[in-house]
């Protein structure tokens, strides 16, 4: 069974632009997570995506957003790009809601912001 | 609000030592937890995990971790450590709302 996959791998942009990201999570699971990984704040939690439906959203502000369609892939889109937002962006789907499942992340999108 | 503090940053150990990763967290009820492992440009992948039950709980290459609901701690520990076994490990509660809250994480070196 394939693995959680995040598109692209690698992206740089510039501030003030936006950026998608894209996760496709394993075949038959229904729950996404999305996280920001920085060496400064470490692993924190964005959002979870449930049957097309955010559950949980973490403590970001409203420039990052996210969706889910029907076949469970997700995207995030981070609009006004700022250097703060430079960041690994890690996926992580599971069977059902993640709240007490086990997660399985994908390699994450590294994105810098110039 | 749940928290979760791993106190060693960075933790080096000799290949064949044991090893003891400290995490303490902060939570009202029973938590949800999990141990991690990232290797360098990849996700974190599940060692292990607690729910209920046997407070002692065994993972994924060789890993074990043990709940002490008096000390709010959940210490991953390995016999005799390889040096296939440096990356980052996180540890991580589930609670309010089916959040989650990952610790800052603990970096092992392995010495040959």
């Known amino acids: 069974k394939a693995g959680v996959t995040q598109t692209p791998r690698y992206l740089i942009k510039t501030r003030g632009q936006q950026v998608t990201l894209s996760c496709s999570p394993i075949?038959?699971?229904?729950?996404v997570s999305w996280y920001q990984q920085t060496p400064g704040q470490g692993l924190q939690f964005l959002f979870e995506y449930f049957s097309e439906t955010q559950r949980n959203k973490g403590n970001f502000p409203g420039r990052f957003s996210g969706r889910q369609f029907s076949n469970s892939r997700s995207e995030m889109n981070v609009s006004t790009l700022e250097l703060g937002d430079s960041a690994l962006y890690l996926c992580?789907?599971?069977?059902?809601?993640?709240?007490?499942?086990?997660?399985?992340f994908g390699p994450g999108t590294r994105l810098t912001v110039l | 609000a749940q928290s979760v503090t791993q106190p060693d940053i960075h933790i080096t150990v000799s290949e064949g030592a044991s090893l003891e990763l400290r995490c303490n967290y902060s939570y009202g009820a029973t938590p949800y937890l999990f141990w991690y492992v990232q290797s360098p440009g990849q996700g974190l992948q599940l060692l292990l995990k607690?729910?209920?039950?046997?407070?002692l709980v065994q993972g994924i290459k060789g890993f074990e971790a043990e709940f002490k609901r008096s000390q709010s701690s959940f210490n991953l520990r390995k016999p005799s450590v390889h040096w296939s076994d440096a990356a980052e490990y996180f540890c991580?509660?589930?609670?309010?709302?089916?959040?989650?809250?990952f610790g800052d994480g603990t970096t092992l070196t392995v010495k040959p």
């Open positions: 607690y729910f209920s039950g046997d407070t």
């Open positions: 992580a789907s599971s069977v059902q809601e993640s709240s007490y499942n086990e997660q399985f």
């Open positions: 991580a509660v589930v609670g309010d709302a089916g959040k989650s809250t």
């Open positions: 075949s038959g699971h229904r729950s």
